[in-house]
């Protein structure tokens, strides 16, 4: 169906040439003057057009008049995660490429005799664990025309240049990593490469309860925890050890909070940690709340700790490492060798799969 074009082509033309005559020169250059900036009419909206642009600049782009952007010094990592747990855990110096330690499992009573009696000898039981080291890495690159033109910037910044930074951000990203390590490491995964963390040894060695189905987390059970622990699920108070740690997700640490007012209607009794941090307490035992515990309803984990028959075993600590120069860049890495030990899982207990 014909329809008429005329304003179309029209309001196509003014936005380039505005009002100028039809079959106006507007281009090249006489001898004397160029015409493009000669001719009034079109030196007027040509102004026009540039002042249209310079003003409708978006904010955080540089201006056509020469505004610069004036970035914030500093640079906020919004991926960061506190690792409470890495130094709560003791760090131990280990050499080799296993960590290696004794249990006594069996230990022989003492015994009453009568006097002049004969003396036998009681035989003590130990056995001999081993974890073996795990390495970790985190490698990164700078490219010389990047690092050459952030300079200024990064220095501003107080990073002196963007390699520092990203030094930085490698170290850190090693350090979370050893946290989730600390408490996950291959449980949710079967990655060989990964130590096993807290969660997976209790899982594999100590006291678990399947709360799928279960219903909602109690004091009751909170307690109950504690006593596993205490008495290595034996029914009467040995073999086992007071936990003096209960870590969890944020979600389930709220929960646990909620249900000393649902009970007592008082609040939960609570612990300041020295990085100041606030935690509910139960029996003594406090409630550690961690960005690295599975968050998700139906998959919370709840386990009862002691952090004295915990280790982080480390063979390297952490170390900075320049790679081969192959092209224009900057490669490096940062590693540390370890594994994390948990001597006395039968003393701990694990809720998993909360709601």
Same mark, same amino acid.
């Given at each position: 169906m014909w329809t008429n074009s005329a304003p179309i082509v029209e309001k196509s033309y003014a936005k380039s040439f505005g009002g100028l005559a039809d079959g106006t020169v507007y281009s090249?250059? &006489?001898g004397s003057f160029s015409y493009r900036y000669e001719v009034p009419e079109l030196k007027k909206h040509i102004v026009d057009i540039q002042k249209a642009a310079i003003n409708d600049r978006a904010a955080g782009t540089a201006s056509l008049v020469g505004i610069p952007i004036y970035l914030d010094k500093s640079i906020l990592d919004t991926t960061a995660r506190e690792t409470p747990l890495r130094n709560i855990v003791p760090r131990v110096t280990n050499k080799g490429r296993s960590a290696d330690y004794d249990r006594m499992t069996v230990k022989a009573a003492a015994d009453w005799k009568a006097e002049d009696a004969a003396l036998v000898e009681a035989a003590d039981t130990y056995t001999t664990h081993n974890k %073996?080291? +795990?390495?970790?890495? *985190? =490698?990164?690159?700078?490219t010389g025309p990047l690092f050459a033109a952030s300079k200024d910037r990064m220095a501003e910044a107080g990073f002196g240049d963007f390699l520092n930074l990203e030094v930085? @951000?490698? $170290?850190? %990203? !090693?350090?979370?990593e050893e946290e989730n390590a600390l408490i996950n490491g291959n449980m949710e995964t079967t990655d060989s490469d990964a130590p096993a963390g807290? !969660?997976?040894d209790i899982y594999d060695n100590g006291n678990k309860t399947d709360k799928t189905s279960a219903a909602p987390l109690t004091i009751a059970d909170l307690e109950e925890m504690i006593r596993i622990c205490r008495t290595a699920n034996d029914s009467a108070t040995k073999n086992g050890a007071m936990p003096n740690l209960f870590i969890t997700d944020f979600a $389930?640490? &709220? +929960?646990i909070k909620g249900l000393y007012y649902d009970a007592y209607r008082i609040n939960a009794p609570t612990q300041t940690w020295g990085w100041g941090a606030t935690s *509910?307490?139960?029996d003594g035992v406090? =409630? !550690?709340?961690?960005r690295f515990m599975t968050a998700s309803s139906g998959e919370r984990n709840l386990a009862a700790i002691n952090t004295n028959f915990i280790e982080t075993r480390v063979l390297q600590d952490i170390t900075y490492e320049e790679l081969a120069k192959t092209n224009d860049s900057d490669k490096f890495m940062v590693k540390e060798y370890l594994t994390v030990i948990n001597k006395f899982p039968e003393a701990? @207990? !694990?809720f998993y799969d909360l709601a």
């Amino acid at each position: 169906m014909w329809t008429n074009s005329a304003p179309i082509v029209e309001k196509s033309y003014a936005k380039s040439f505005g009002g100028l005559a039809d079959g106006t020169v507007y281009s090249g250059y &006489n001898g004397s003057f160029s015409y493009r900036y000669e001719v009034p009419e079109l030196k007027k909206h040509i102004v026009d057009i540039q002042k249209a642009a310079i003003n409708d600049r978006a904010a955080g782009t540089a201006s056509l008049v020469g505004i610069p952007i004036y970035l914030d010094k500093s640079i906020l990592d919004t991926t960061a995660r506190e690792t409470p747990l890495r130094n709560i855990v003791p760090r131990v110096t280990n050499k080799g490429r296993s960590a290696d330690y004794d249990r006594m499992t069996v230990k022989a009573a003492a015994d009453w005799k009568a006097e002049d009696a004969a003396l036998v000898e009681a035989a003590d039981t130990y056995t001999t664990h081993n974890k %073996a080291i +795990k390495y970790l890495y *985190a =490698v990164g690159r700078v490219t010389g025309p990047l690092f050459a033109a952030s300079k200024d910037r990064m220095a501003e910044a107080g990073f002196g240049d963007f390699l520092n930074l990203e030094v930085r @951000n490698k $170290t850190q %990203a !090693l350090i979370e990593e050893e946290e989730n390590a600390l408490i996950n490491g291959n449980m949710e995964t079967t990655d060989s490469d990964a130590p096993a963390g807290i !969660l997976k040894d209790i899982y594999d060695n100590g006291n678990k309860t399947d709360k799928t189905s279960a219903a909602p987390l109690t004091i009751a059970d909170l307690e109950e925890m504690i006593r596993i622990c205490r008495t290595a699920n034996d029914s009467a108070t040995k073999n086992g050890a007071m936990p003096n740690l209960f870590i969890t997700d944020f979600a $389930t640490e &709220n +929960k646990i909070k909620g249900l000393y007012y649902d009970a007592y209607r008082i609040n939960a009794p609570t612990q300041t940690w020295g990085w100041g941090a606030t935690s *509910a307490v139960v029996d003594g035992v406090p =409630v !550690l709340g961690s960005r690295f515990m599975t968050a998700s309803s139906g998959e919370r984990n709840l386990a009862a700790i002691n952090t004295n028959f915990i280790e982080t075993r480390v063979l390297q600590d952490i170390t900075y490492e320049e790679l081969a120069k192959t092209n224009d860049s900057d490669k490096f890495m940062v590693k540390e060798y370890l594994t994390v030990i948990n001597k006395f899982p039968e003393a701990m @207990n !694990l809720f998993y799969d909360l709601a």
